[in-house]
């Protein structure tokens, strides 16, 4: 029996991805009808489809990455090496070798015994294991740059301890402490230069097209009082409030069983993957190439740390092509000129006006957001980069404050696949993604109510506007 239209509709998930499908298939149709360029109007139709499925959870993420990249070959807006570019990403090969780690530390109970060490010293409340998570998030920016390898190495622990506290795997205080881990690894991190993808190539296409680049200090003083640390006790109280359980913490034995060999040279790899990742300044070698290397590492059969069976049976494919498809978007935009034409249009939306501090400075920042929305926070400097100059003009800012509104607008993600760590940290903690979503946009719009009139009167006090 089929489902009343009226009652599908209802659901405001359904809702928004017919809405979203009756725009596309007028993207589609319509230059077929009047003879204009088609690159333009098919792009915006699979992104705008795949942003709806993405955010509603109508399609399992994956699915909804493959439909994109094949939907851009079959339409000719990208050729297969654009539209399938993800996959040749190092972010891609990152999360691959992460979830290797964690199916080596989960057969280990390596995590498990780690939450055991934490909770046989330190009673922590539900309010207290959700700011531990995130205090010691934001500690590991300071000496690991990437966001994601933070996300790797601190979410099994996270999930034990959860299991320790009473929570299953996808349990409402579960989610919340998994969450924890997501926002505290990529939120508070913004306001450390090399912590953070967006950040790096935001400043890396700053330097680019100006010559001109932020020191550390410069930009820790910018963004860090407002949009790190009060950004992170807000995003903290925001997740306690949606995810707050009572613990039920599970009985162990406080006496830890010693390491047997396998564990220990697990430990030793860890160790190495992990020192490897804290230096890469050093050496220059990609986190991802790290991780990747010590997922083959795991995999040969002799080297007896994984089960036989685990690459067939234990991992879970779907995220690397969730995240090769979120990557693939910037690509794809770029290859059809969407990305300039909207830049090119953008000037005349915002209605930039000399003298007009506070409604520049929001025009900007929505200029941020949207950008970030539509071609993911570490592809939208692309769009916004370029524009920055213009704007500095239009407005009267100075250069440098148009391009960290810019950033800071990047930042706001309402919906969890704007920013790919986020959407990594759900998936690796088996977050339900509704759950993920709400947290998301929840904490975006609190930030923007509380944080953003904070951070232009903080700005305006150190002379950020001339």
């Known amino acids: 029996m089929s489902i009343p239209l009226a009652a599908f509709l209802r659901d405001p998930g359904n809702s928004i991805v017919v809405i979203a499908l009756c725009i596309a298939v ?4 319509w230059p077929i009808a009047t003879g204009v360029n088609t690159a333009f109007f098919h792009t915006s139709a699979l992104i705008l489809t795949a942003i709806s499925f993405w955010s509603t959870h109508k399609l399992p993420e994956h699915v909804t990455a493959l439909i994109l990249m094949l939907g851009a070959v079959l339409l000719a807006v990208a050729p297969p090496a654009v539209a399938f570019s993800g996959f040749g990403s190092g972010g891609t090969w990152l999360i691959f070798g992460g979830l290797v780690l964690g199916v080596a530390i989960s057969e280990s109970e390596l995590d498990k015994r780690l939450a055991d060490a934490v909770l046989s010293r330190v009673r922590l409340s539900y309010g207290g294991i959700i700011a531990a998570m995130m205090v010691l998030s ?7 740059p990437g966001t994601i390898p933070r996300i790797l190495v601190l979410m099994p622990i996270a999930l034990a301890l959860a299991d320790r506290m009473g929570f299953e795997k996808g349990s409402r205080g579960a989610n919340g402490i998994a969450m924890a881990v997501g926002l505290g690894s990529a939120f508070p991190s913004w306001s450390l230069l090399p912590a953070n993808l967006p950040v790096v190539v935001h400043i ?3 330097e680019a097209v100006y010559g001109i680049a932020p020191t550390y200090a410069e930009h820790f003083i ?6 790190g640390l009060l950004r992170g006790i807000l995003s903290g109280c925001v997740l306690y409030l949606l995810f707050r359980s009572t613990a039920m913490p599970v009985l162990h034995d406080a006496r830890l069983e010693p390491l ?9 790899l860890l160790a190495i993957t992990l020192g490897f990742w804290v230096t890469d300044f050093l050496h220059g070698i990609s986190p991802a190439w790290i991780g990747l290397s010590a997922a083959v590492i795991l995999l040969l ?6 089960s036989k069976d685990a690459f067939k049976l234990k991992i879970n494919f779907g995220p690397v092509f969730y995240i090769a498809g979120i990557l693939s978007v910037g690509a794809i935009m770029s290859n ?9 249009h953008v000037i005349d939306m915002l209605e930039p006006e000399k003298g007009q501090d506070a409604l520049n400075f929001v025009s900007i920042l929505g200029l941020g957001i949207v950008s970030a929305l539509g071609m993911t926070a570490p592809g939208a400097p692309a769009i916004t980069v370029p524009l920055a100059e213009t704007l500095a003009q239009a407005t009267g800012l100075p250069l440098l404050t148009v391009l960290m509104i810019e950033l800071t607008g990047q930042s706001l993600v309402l919906l969890p696949y704007a920013l790919p760590p986020v959407a990594v940290a759900i998936i690796v903690g088996e977050v339900k993604v509704g759950k993920a979503v709400k947290a998301t946009f929840v904490t975006a719009v609190a930030v923007i109510l509380f944080l953003v009139p904070l951070q232009y009167f903080y700005w305006k006090a150190i002379g950020m506007f001339g």
């Open 204 to 206: 890396g296409a700053i």
């Open 336 to 344: 059809s000129g969407l990305d300039k034409f909207l830049a090119s």
């Open 301 to 306: 059969p002799w080297s007896g740390l994984l």
């Open 222 to 227: 910018t963004h860090f009082p407002v949009m």
């Open 260 to 268: 047997n060999r396998k564990v220990r040279r697990l430990a030793w």
């Open 138 to 144: 934001f500690a590991l920016a300071v000496v690991m």
């Open 26 to 29: 007028t993207l589609l149709v």
